[in-house]
């Protein structure tokens, strides 16, 4: 089992950045493909943010956060993080890290096995 723990979220004014963190533990970590961020609104689907894998090292993003967000990982510290900036007020959303041990659409939420408790993220106008 792999346990991702996010870290908290915040309130951040459009324009403002934010930094997201992702640590995951577990016994199967090594075993990890691929971790991912998604975010979730109110009444809608959960949308895939942003992708990293690390062998050989690839990154995807949204064309909604492309140029803005960053997502990056220390293996050392089993960490992934998530760069937002230029934030604006529809990246609004719960923010939810992901991984995952198989191969898979990298922005399909069924590809991905384990999810984080998600972090409220909240851009002001």
């Known amino acids: 089992q792999v346990l991702l723990t996010e870290s908290e979220g915040g309130l951040v004014q459009a324009g403002g950045s934010l930094r997201l963190t992702c640590a995951a533990s577990?016994?199967?970590?090594?075993?990890?493909?691929?971790m991912g961020w998604f975010r979730q609104v109110p009444g809608k689907e959960r949308e895939f943010v942003a992708t990293i894998k690390q062998y050989p090292r690839s990154t995807y993003y949204a064309d909604s956060v492309k140029g803005r967000f960053t997502i990056s990982s220390d293996n050392a510290k089993n960490t992934v993080y998530l760069q937002m900036n230029s934030l604006k007020p529809e990246d609004t959303a719960v923010y939810y890290c992901?991984?995952?041990?198989?191969?898979?659409?990298?922005?399909?939420?069924?590809?991905?096995?384990?999810w984080g408790q998600g972090t409220q993220v909240t851009v002001s106008s």
């Open positions: 992901a991984a995952t041990s198989k191969l898979g659409a990298y922005s399909s939420e069924r590809t991905y096995d384990y």
């Open positions: 577990g016994r199967t970590f090594s075993s990890i493909y691929r």
